[in-house]
């Protein structure tokens, strides 16, 4: 059974950092493509980065690149997101997700519950 509980939302203040992690079971991470999006309110889910098997990449939303990171520890079966610089706008619940396909895509079939992170003064 495929299941992603991720971990690490928090309150911080702009200009802040915070790592998610992202803890996968049911399935072997190496093999397969992992991807983090967020939905703030009002607003509708976007991807914000994603870490593709087939070739070792990683990709990320243009509001984030230069500030966010994602890495995976295979052997912990988790993938993190480093993100730094944190400004008001990334405010949201944010969620990993997979297709169990080798390369990234927006049409992910397993979720996680989420975790919030919220950037204030």
């Known amino acids: 059974q495929v299941q992603l509980v991720e971990s690490g939302g928090n309150l911080v203040q702009p200009g802040g950092s915070l790592r998610l992690s992202c803890a996968a079971s049911?399935?072997?991470?190496?093999?397969?493509?992992i991807g983090w999006f967020r939905q703030a309110p009002g607003k509708e889910r976007e991807g914000v980065s994603c870490?593709?098997?087939?070739?070792?990449?990683?990709y990320y939303a243009d509001s984030v690149k230069g500030r966010f990171t994602i890495s995976r520890d295979n052997t912990k079966n988790t993938v993190y997101l480093q993100m730094n610089s944190l400004k008001p706008e990334d405010t949201a619940v944010y969620y990993c997700?997979?297709?169990?396909?080798?390369?990234?895509?927006?049409?992910?079939?397993?979720w996680g519950k989420g975790t919030l992170v919220t950037v204030s003064s």
């Open positions: 997700a997979t297709a169990l396909l080798a390369y990234c895509t927006q049409h992910m079939d397993y």
């Open positions: 049911g399935f072997t991470l190496h093999y397969y493509a």
């Open positions: 870490f593709s098997s087939s070739a070792g990449s990683t």
